[in-house]
C-alpha cells in the first residue's frame, strides 16, 4: 500500500545501485516509489483469445453473486504479457452498500507463501545457501528436533530425526512440520496451545517455541501443509541481516511497484478492505462482527508478526504484477528479481522421490503447488503452477500457454462457498481459440 511505501522514497536511488550491483536489472527511467507503471493492455484477439467467449467468465463470476454464494470478485487475466480482461463484480462491503472496486484490498493469506519464496531464493542466488542445507545451519534453535513418533497420554513419545531438515524440505512442505490452524492432529493442537502463530510476537518468538517442540514425522517423507513459509521469512532475516518486512519491501515490493502489498492496510486506505463474509446455518452470507473494517485490528493496525505463510494484504493488480514477473521468467518493466533458471528450479516437482505427488497428478515445488499429469488432476497444461489463500483467494500460471490468472474474494471456507477457482479455471481456457504453439508457428 501507498503508505508502507513512503519510505521508499528515500529507497529509490540506492535501491537502483544496489539493483546493478548486484547484477540485477535497473529501471531505465526513475518512478516514483509510490506509483505504479500501468500494466501493459491488448485486446483478447491479440493474444488468442476470444472476446466474446471470455463473457462467459463474466457471466460465471456474476452469477455467483447474484444467487448470494459470494459477496464480491475480482478477476484478471493477462497473456502473452498483456492484461486481456480485468473485471469486478458485487460489492467491496455489502453492509456499507461499496460496490467492488479494481484497488480494493485483500486478505491474501496463503498467498503470501510464493512472495516469501522469491524472496528467499533472492539470497540463495547470492550465495547464501543451499536447498541441501540442514535449516540448523541457520537456525540453531532448529538443532537436534525430536520427532512425535506417537502421542501418549503423557505427551508425545519421542524419537531421534533420521536426518535435519533441509531447506529443500522447508520450501516443500515436507519438513515434518505441522500448522496449528484446523487440523486436528496432537501436533497441531499444540502449536494452537502455544501460540506459535500469533500476531503478538516476532519471528524469533515463534522460532523459539518451535525449537521446543517434537516434528509431526520425520523430514522428507510426506507433504503436510505447514508452518514451514513463516520460518523461510525468519530465514530471510538470518540470512540477509534484516527485518522480513524491509526485505520484501526492498526487494520484492519496491522493485515490482507492488504498491498496495504489505503485512497491514495503512489508515488512509481502510476503506479500500474488502469485507470478509461467512455463512450461517442456512449458507447465507454473513459478515463475521470481529472480520470487517470496522471490527478486528488483525490487518488495519501495524504488526510486529511478519508472517511470510499468510500475514500479507494485496491488490489484484499487485498481485498480477507479482505474477507476470514470474511468468517472464523473474522480470518485468525492466527490473530483474530472479533468474529463469531460478523461477524453473522454483516451478520443478521437489517432492520425495519415493513420494512425488502431493495429490493425483500434481507435485510441489518450492512454495507452489506444480501440475505434473493434467490428465489425472483435472488441469490443462503440464507445469501449471499455483496457489491460493484461506480466505479464497486464487491465481494461476501457465508457461505453456503465456497465461496468467488473479483472483481476489474474501470468503471464508466451509460448506457454502462455491468452488469459484474450478469453475474461473475452465471459464478461461474456453477462451483460448489459439493455442501458443500456434500462434508461434503463424509469427
Known amino acids: 500500500m501507498r503508505a508502507l511505501t513512503a519510505r521508499s522514497a528515500l529507497l529509490v536511488p540506492i535501491l537502483s545501485i544496489a539493483l546493478v550491483a548486484s547484477g540485477c536489472d535497473a529501471p531505465t527511467e526513475a518512478v516514483a516509489a509510490d506509483t505504479q507503471p500501468a500494466l501493459q493492455r491488448a485486446a483478447p484477439e491479440d493474444v488468442g483469445m476470444s472476446s466474446e467467449r471470455l463473457t462467459r467468465l463474466h457471466d460465471g463470476m456474476q452469477q455467483l453473486v447474484d444467487d448470494g454464494r459470494l459477496a464480491g470478485i475480482t478477476t484478471m487475466v493477462a497473456r502473452r504479457g498483456r492484461v486481456v480482461d480485468f473485471q469486478t463484480y458485487g460489492q467491496r ?4 452498500g461499496s460496490p467492488m472496486e479494481e484497488d480494493a484490498i485483500f486478505r491474501i493469506y496463503s498467498m503470501s ?4 519464496g522469491v524472496a528467499l531464493m533472492t539470497l540463495y542466488e547470492e550465495g547464501k545457501f543451499r536447498l541441501s542445507d540442514p535449516v540448523q545451519r541457520h537456525i540453531p534453535e532448529f538443532t537436534d528436533l525430536k520427532v512425535a513418533a506417537s502421542w501418549g497420554a503423557d505427551g508425545p513419545v519421542l524419537e531421534d530425526a533420521d536426518h535435519p531438515m533441509t531447506i529443500r524440505e522447508l520450501m516443500s512442505h515436507t519438513a515434518g512440520l505441522a500448522y496449528g490452524i484446523g487440523a486436528p492432529g496432537p501436533t497441531d493442537r499444540l502449536y494452537a496451545t502455544e501460540g506459535v502463530l500469533s500476531r503478538q510476537q516476532t519471528l524469533k518468538d515463534m522460532i523459539i517455541k518451535l525449537g521446543a517442540m517434537p516434528l509431526r514425522h520425520q523430514p522428507g517423507t510426506l507433504w503436510y501443509y505447514s508452518i514451514a513459509v513463516d520460518v523461510q521469512g525468519y530465514l530471510v532475516e538470518v540470512l540477509s541481516g534484516q527485518p522480513f518486512d524491509e526485505y520484501l519491501q526492498e526487494r520484492v515490493f519496491g522493485p515490482l511497484r507492488m504498491v498496495d502489498t504489505g ?3 495503512p489508515e488512509e486506505d481502510h476503506d479500500r478492505l474488502a469485507q470478509y463474509y461467512g455463512y450461517d446455518q442456512d449458507r447465507n452470507l454473513t459478515a463475521p462482527a470481529n472480520s470487517g473494517t470496522v471490527g478486528s485490528r488483525a490487518f488495519l ?9 499468510g ?3 494485496s491488490t489484484t493488480t499487485d498481485y ?7 511468468l517472464n521468467g523473474g522480470e518485468l518493466d525492466g527490473v530483474r528479481i530472479l533468474s529463469p533458471t531460478t523461477i524453473e528450479l522454483m516451478t520443478r516437482n521437489q517432492m520425495p522421490r519415493d513420494n512425488p505427488e502431493r495429490s493425483p497428478g500434481q507435485g510441489f515445488g518450492l512454495d507452489f503447488s506444480v501440475v505434473l499429469d493434467p ?3 483435472e488441469f490443462y497444461s503440464v507445469g501449471e503452477y499455483y496457489w491460493g489463500g484461506a480466505a479464497g483467494t486464487w491465481f494461476w500460471i501457465d508457461p505453456a500457454e503465456d497465461l496468467v490468472f488473479v483472483g481476489m474474494i474474501q470468503q471464508r471456507g466451509g460448506r457454502g462457498r462455491p468452488n469459484v477457482r474450478s469453475i474461473s479455471h475452465r471459464l478461461t481456457y474456453q477462451a483460448i481459440i489459439e493455442p501458443l504453439s500456434q500462434m508461434e508457428e503463424n509469427e
Do not use: C, N, Q, W
Open 93 to 96: 462491503d455489502i453492509e456499507a
Open 301 to 309: 493496525d501495524p504488526t510486529t508478526f511478519f508472517s511470510g505463510g
Open 113 to 116: 507463501k510464493p512472495i516469501t
Open 311 to 313: 500475514g500479507l494484504v
Open 375 to 377: 490428465v489425472a488432476s
Open 263 to 265: 503485512f497491514h492496510v
Open 320 to 326: 498480477m504484477r507479482f505474477s507476470l514477473m514470474l
